[in-house]
């Protein structure tokens, strides 16, 4: 049975007097710090290098998964997202031209003088990659801008999730494929309105 434990800190196990256990190993693998003490009465205590290549298949196999929870967060990270059949893109390198448009859209909801000198009309012609031309109104690019946050950020959130499963986990393949099998991502399809607007206007609709 091993324990990982961090090395560069005081790290003590309290063993049961009820067991005869032994300290078989104490080293490091690729960063990280290793006590296995082992039940005598299961057999032989495992030699250094036993100890060595266990440790390092499970070390490997859960950074394997680590890389394709990576890749996959990226894939999905990087897909777009869609508002109410409007493509907006959430590539790399369209994240940048977002905050600018954010800034003058919220300027012009909020009567900016120079905003609205600048812009008189309120609308902000938008291109997403590889799709049409179209024109977004202030309200709408201040909607974007929250939905495309919100999505990039849930997407890394969800690695960080399920990369602490993954670390969590015995290293084998049973445990990892189960953590995997489980990663669900955040949803690309939202609204204009937030889903609160929209139930209070859908309310007063219906009173009306």
């Known amino acids: 049975m091993s324990y990982p434990v ?18 078989a190993a104490f080293g490091e693998q690729d960063g990280q710090g290793y006590i296995l003490l082992w039940d005598e009465r299961l057999g032989p205590v495992p030699t250094q290098e036993q100890i060595a290549s266990v440790i390092s298949s499970k070390v490997l ?6 890389e394709s929870l990576s890749k996959l967060r990226f894939a999905h990270e990087i897909g777009g997202i869609s508002i109410e059949g409007q493509t907006i893109s959430t590539e790399r390198d369209e994240i940048g031209h977002w905050y600018p448009r954010f800034a003058s859209a919220r300027d ?6 120079a905003t609205l000198a600048f812009n008189p009309t309120g609308m902000y012609p938008y291109k997403p990659k590889g799709g049409a031309p179209t024109g977004l109104t202030a309200a709408q690019v201040v909607r974007a801008y929250l939905c495309v946050s919100w999505f990039i950020n849930a997407c ?12 969590a986990t015995d290293g084998s393949e049973a445990q990892i494929a189960a953590v995997m ?3 669900q ?3 690309r399809e939202f609204m ?10 859908k309310l007063q609709y219906d009173q009306s």
């Not at 961090?6 to 300290?23: H, I, K, M, Q």
């Not at 196999?61 to 680590?66: L, M």
């Not at 890394?156 to 670390?167: C, D, H, M």
């Open 108 to 113: 012009w909801l909020a009567n900016d003088p």
């Open 61 to 66: 196999e859960k950074n394997r998964a680590k």
């Open 156 to 167: 890394f959130a969800t690695e960080q999730y399920f990369y602490e499963l993954i670390e």
């Open 185 to 187: 991502w955040p949803q």
């Open 192 to 201: 204009w309105e937030a889903p609160e607007q929209w139930l209070k206007r």
């Open 6 to 23: 961090n090395v560069a800190e005081a790290c003590f196990y309290l063993v049961p007097e009820s067991r005869d256990l032994s300290l």
């Open 181 to 183: 099998a489980g990663v």
